[in-house]
């Protein structure tokens, strides 16, 4: 299964001196199952670079930028920017999809899960540019294609997280904060789902689901927020 990357770094108006590390940031764990005898390795140690290279440009970008955040409005923002909702939002919009090594099972797959794939290879991607470019090269592939999301965050108030925004209404409303339960998970690793929760004492006042126990907390504390009307 041949795929033109030429094509995306024609889009993208890069070029990578090692197409491998290209190709590389696209394959996911489960194309490998099914195709043993391929020449690459899975995007997993790619996106663990990404994930860090994009966190400190995003962090490097609200220090320098906005002086007058406090240390936990810029963790906020952050979290806001850099989210697997996020992450695949830009992913789709570069084309992302097209790229993707994935398994039968997978490539039918366009829900959550795909999301979950594509937040992944945006972190993978960022991790191999960064191998074959440098940090400089990779904090300006940042800049063009996520950072200009910040200005949409902060002006909807998007970096207010459910989770926070819950806690402070219960608190002021019922005199109670907020825990989070596990209720399920399911899935491979490389592919969990998470069904949490959200209590004021003992009373379940909501549930979510997410790829992550984070994802799966906030869209309780969304859903709690609209339950309550609060």
């Not at 490998?32 to 005898?37: Q, R």
């Not at 007058?68 to 992913?91: F, P």
């Not at 006042?205 to 906030?218: D, F």
Request: proline share 2%; with cysteine; glycine share 6%.
């Amino acid at each position: 299964m041949d795929k033109d990357f030429k094509e995306l770094q024609k889009k993208l108006n890069i070029k990578f001196k090692n197409s491998d590390l290209l190709k590389q940031a696209f394959v996911h764990r489960s194309y490998l199952n099914e195709n043993p005898a391929f020449e690459l390795n899975h995007n997993e140690r790619l996106e663990f670079l990404g994930d860090a290279v994009l966190e400190l440009v995003v962090t490097e970008c609200l220090y320098k930028n906005y002086p007058d955040l406090a240390e936990g409005e810029m963790t906020s923002l952050r979290a806001a920017l850099v989210n697997s909702q996020m992450l695949a939002q830009i992913a789709d919009r570069l084309g992302f999809n097209n790229f993707l090594y994935l398994s039968k099972g997978e490539a039918k797959e366009v829900g959550r899960g795909r999301q979950y794939i594509l937040a992944n290879t945006f972190e993978s991607f960022t991790g191999a540019y960064y191998l074959d470019q440098g940090y400089q090269a990779a904090a300006e592939f940042i800049s063009v294609s996520l950072l200009p999301e910040l200005k949409n965050i902060i002006d909807k108030k998007l970096w207010r997280d459910h989770k926070s925004l819950f806690q402070e209404a219960a608190q002021e409303r019922v005199g109670i904060t907020p825990n989070y339960e596990v209720l399920s998970e399911s899935g491979p690793d490389h592919d969990k789902n998470f069904k949490v929760g959200v209590y004021l004492g003992k009373e379940l006042v909501a549930q979510g689901e997410g790829a992550s126990k984070n994802e799966a907390q906030q869209q309780a504390a969304e859903n709690a927020l609209k339950l309550k009307n609060w």
